[in-house]
């Protein structure tokens, strides 16, 4: 089981089936959740600063209403200002493959489409995650 | 993580009385060695897992009856534009309308304009025709009358200067008439 899992998206109703998807599944039983990536990019500071309590995952959403940047943005900011040392991806509803090549080239380790079925996608990401941790998993799109 | 005895009882007392039963993720953290409470923790996690994906499935119709609405919505909204480019168009297609029915109406005005000035100039050569005809007339007249002595030449003088006199002044006055029209059209313009 993953110790824990950031979420950053800003629809209230996908925290509630992410989470419970999450503990259905037994991928995590600690969900911790951003609305925005300027929230999320203040948590990486403070993780940045003290690792202490940083998830070892965080979930992505590509487009983030009320943010001032967008997911990859903040996986590009992540992974070069922030330490790295996580798994991180996008999860989003879009399989636009210009923004997969955008989200690949600063550093995201998956995307996951948001829809209906999200449960196999994300048990088939939980049974990667460790390869995802030792970086022997190519980036990898779960449709 | 366990639980003391007197907790499994207690939590396994209200469940009993009450049908109340622990919920959530800390269900899976929690071990015993008392297979009551064991029981009682497969019952807790059986119905905490039912109302979770119950959560989901009505989560997810919720989601999806929102996807629908912004469909809706955007068609709407595209509907919307639409009318209001039709709107639009009528709107130029109106003025357009409106542009070309003063400039056909102007046309016909400078047409009438010119159909006027036309007549004028028409009446003005005639009504100098005349005027120099009749001059003509009564100068050879009275050129005659003088040339073979007649006793009316004293009469024929008296009308020619008359007569030149009235035309002199009906020929000034037409004039004078033309060109205040003349002016007055190019005021307006």
């Given at each position: 089981?993953?110790?824990?899992?950031l979420l950053v998206d800003?629809?209230?109703?996908?925290?509630?089936?992410?989470?419970?998807?999450?503990?259905?599944?037994?991928?995590?039983?600690?969900?911790?959740?951003c609305?925005?990536s300027?929230?999320a990019?203040?948590?990486?500071?403070?993780?940045?600063?003290?690792?202490?309590?940083?998830?070892?995952?965080?979930?992505i959403d590509?487009?983030i209403?009320?943010?001032?940047?967008?997911?990859?943005?903040?996986?590009?900011?992540?992974?070069?200002?922030?330490?790295?040392?996580?798994?991180?991806?996008?999860?989003?509803?879009?399989?636009?493959?210009?923004?997969?090549?955008?989200?690949?080239?600063?550093?995201?380790?998956?995307?996951?489409?948001?829809?209906?079925?999200?449960?196999?996608?994300?048990?088939?990401?939980?049974?990667?995650?460790?390869?995802?941790?030792?970086?022997?998993?190519?980036?990898?799109?779960?449709? | 993580?366990?639980?003391?005895?007197?907790?499994?009882?207690?939590?396994?007392?209200?469940?009993?009385?009450?049908?109340?039963?622990?919920?959530?993720?800390?269900?899976?953290?929690?071990?015993?060695?008392?297979?009551?409470?064991?029981?009682?923790?497969?019952?807790?996690?059986?119905?905490?897992?039912?109302?979770?994906?119950?959560?989901?499935?009505?989560?997810?119709?919720?989601?999806?009856?929102?996807?629908?609405?912004?469909?809706?919505?955007?068609?709407?909204?595209?509907?919307?534009?639409?009318?209001?480019?039709?709107?639009?168009?009528?709107?130029?297609?109106?003025?357009?309308?409106?542009?070309?029915?003063?400039?056909?109406?102007?046309?016909?005005?400078?047409?009438?304009?010119?159909?006027?000035?036309?007549?004028?100039?028409?009446?003005?050569?005639?009504?100098?025709?005349?005027?120099?005809?009749?001059?003509?007339?009564?100068?050879?007249?009275?050129?005659?009358?003088?040339?073979?002595?007649?006793?009316?030449?004293?009469?024929?003088?008296?009308?020619?200067?008359?007569?030149?006199?009235?035309?002199?002044?009906?020929?000034?006055?037409?004039?004078?008439?033309?060109?205040?029209?003349?002016?007055?059209?190019?005021?307006?313009?």
């Open positions: 089981m993953i110790n824990s899992i800003d629809e209230d109703l996908f925290h509630i089936v992410f989470d419970d998807v999450c503990s259905l599944l037994n991928i995590t039983l600690s969900l911790e959740t609305y925005s300027d929230e990019e203040e948590k990486f500071i403070n993780w940045y600063a003290n690792e202490n309590n940083k998830p070892p995952c965080a979930f590509l487009n209403i009320g943010s001032s940047f967008d997911g990859i943005e903040l996986i590009k900011k992540v992974n070069t200002q922030y330490g790295n040392n996580i798994v991180i991806g996008i999860i989003s509803s879009s399989v636009d493959s210009i923004e997969i090549e955008k989200a690949k080239s600063v550093g995201a380790m998956f995307w996951i489409v948001k829809s209906d079925n999200l449960e196999p996608r994300l048990e088939k990401f939980y049974q990667d995650f460790p390869k995802y941790q030792n970086k022997t998993k190519e980036f990898t799109v779960y449709k | 993580m366990k639980l003391s005895t007197d907790s499994e009882n207690l939590l396994i007392e209200i469940s009993v009385q009450k049908k109340i039963y622990l919920e959530g993720n800390l269900l899976k953290i929690l071990d015993t060695d008392n297979e009551n409470f064991r029981t009682y923790l497969n019952k807790s996690i059986e119905l905490d897992d039912e109302n979770r994906k119950k959560r989901i499935t009505l989560s997810k119709q919720i989601q999806d009856r929102n996807i629908e609405l912004e469909l809706k919505q955007s068609q709407l909204e595209q509907k919307q534009n639409e009318n209001n480019k039709l709107l639009e168009d009528l709107n130029n297609a109106l003025f357009l309308a409106e542009k070309a029915k003063l400039e056909a109406l102007n046309e016909v005005s400078v047409l009438q304009t010119k159909n006027q000035f036309e007549l004028i100039g028409t009446i003005v050569k005639i009504a100098l025709c005349v005027i120099v005809g009749v001059g003509i007339i009564v100068t050879s007249m009275y050129v005659f009358a003088m040339s073979k002595d007649s006793t009316e030449t004293t009469l024929i003088g008296n009308t020619w200067s008359n007569l030149f006199g009235i035309l002199l002044t009906n020929s000034f006055s037409i004039i004078g008439t033309i060109m205040g029209v003349k002016y007055a059209t190019e005021q307006e313009k």
